[in-house]
């Protein structure tokens, strides 16, 4: 089916660690987006991406790298996990920037750093 | 600054009665679109309702009907005729002209529907 996939689902990293986050869309969306979801906080934009080739910081950028170097993916990057990562991470996808053409979101990524 | 209030951290309904989520926005774009999203426990997003700021009827999608109040600066979220399944998180969110798509997220109400 049509979507967005993100892996891996779940992950465990120690302190200090790094990992990548892939987000892959096939429905030729021109705008890509990660999001983090903690208790009580809603979603928060980490980075976003508005075409291939670019990316632009969020409302909570710090800690993360992003880099979209095709168009239907969209990678988030830690390079060294610290505990207050942990997080449920969405990425989403959308065809244009404003209207009810919506926005498909990924099932989510559950991280624990320890 | 933008942004997305939803006073009601949590509500129970009756099975088969209504439930109104509250939502209020703040933003100084004219142009501006409302969204609400259901988080079940299984952690997915699902979209529910959309209302444009132009929008001059208020939307409905079957049992949900978003009550706008543009002067008010609010759009909440109706749901008529709850069912179990309804139990859920529901987020109020929104973009606007220049947020280049991006959704600002309210913190969510999470609905119990008691049998």
């Known amino acids: 089916n049509a979507g967005v996939t993100q892996t891996p689902k779940f992950r465990v990293l120690k302190t200090g660690q790094s990992m990548t986050l892939l987000c892959a869309q096939d429905m030729n969306h021109e705008y890509m987006y990660w999001y983090r979801q903690d208790p009580g906080m809603g979603l928060r934009l980490i980075h976003y991406s508005v075409g291939e080739g670019t990316t632009a910081k969020g409302e909570v950028p710090d800690g993360y790298n992003v880099s979209r170097l095709k168009k239907q993916n969209f990678l988030l990057g830690l390079e060294s996990a610290a505990p207050s990562q942990t997080s449920v991470y969405f990425c989403a996808s959308s065809f244009m920037s404003r209207g009810q053409d919506g926005y498909t979101f990924g099932s989510g990524t559950r991280l624990t750093v320890v | 600054a933008q942004k997305i209030t939803q006073t009601q951290p949590g509500m129970f309904v009756q099975e088969k009665e209504a439930v109104t989520l509250d939502c209020t926005y703040d933003?100084?774009?004219?142009?501006?679109?409302l969204f609400w999203y259901k988080q079940p426990s299984s952690g997915e997003m699902i979209f529910l309702i959309y209302?444009?700021?132009?929008?001059?009827q208020n939307a409905t999608e079957g049992r949900y009907s978003l009550n706008f109040q543009k002067a008010r600066k609010s759009a909440n979220l109706v749901i008529s005729a709850s069912q179990l399944g309804d139990s859920a998180m529901y987020f109020c969110a929104m973009n606007y002209g220049g947020s280049q798509g991006n959704l600002i997220f309210g913190k969510g109400t999470k609905l119990s529907v008691k049998p």
């Open positions: 933003t100084s774009d004219q142009s501006y679109g």
């Open positions: 209302q444009g700021s132009y929008d001059e």
